[in-house]
Nanobody
Framework: QVQLVESGGGLVQAGGSLRLSCAAS????????MGWFRQAPGKEREFVAG????????LYADSVRGRFTVSRDNAKNTVYLQMNSLKPEDTAVYYC???????????????WGQGTQVTVSS
């Protein structure tokens, strides 16, 4: 089994920054990609960013490209999401995800974290 534990969420003013972390444990060899989804109130969960652990190749949603950066530390089995220039519309619960390839849809995800709240005030 795989466990994903997120940290780093919180409350920030618009224009500010936050960094989320997701630490993986267990059968970490069973997946090569990690990333982030988010779900705002009343909306469906959506892809934010993801990367392949082996190559570092990253994908981003159009809404966050240029503001968010996904990175990894393979030695720590940890993926990060650096979020800059945050906007109120970035407010959501952010979920860490692991999959065999970069998952851009929920159905592609093999493992989920429990989620961490990010709130951006205007």
């Amino acid at each position: 089994q795989v466990q994903l534990v997120e940290s780093g969420g919180g409350l920030v003013q618009a224009g500010g920054s936050l960094r989320l972390s997701c630490a993986a444990s267990g059968r970490t060899f069973s997946f090569d990609a990690m990333g982030w989804f988010r779900q705002a109130p009343g909306k469906e969960r959506e892809f934010v960013a993801g990367l392949r652990k082996s190559t570092g190749t990253a994908l981003y949603a159009d809404s966050v490209r240029g503001r968010f950066t996904v990175s990894r530390d393979n030695a720590k089995n940890t993926v990060y999401l650096q979020m800059n220039s945050l906007k109120p519309e970035d407010t959501a619960v952010y979920y860490c995800a692991a999959a065999t390839a970069v998952a851009t849809r929920e159905g592609m995800v093999n493992y989920w974290g429990q989620g961490t709240q990010v709130t951006v005030s205007s």
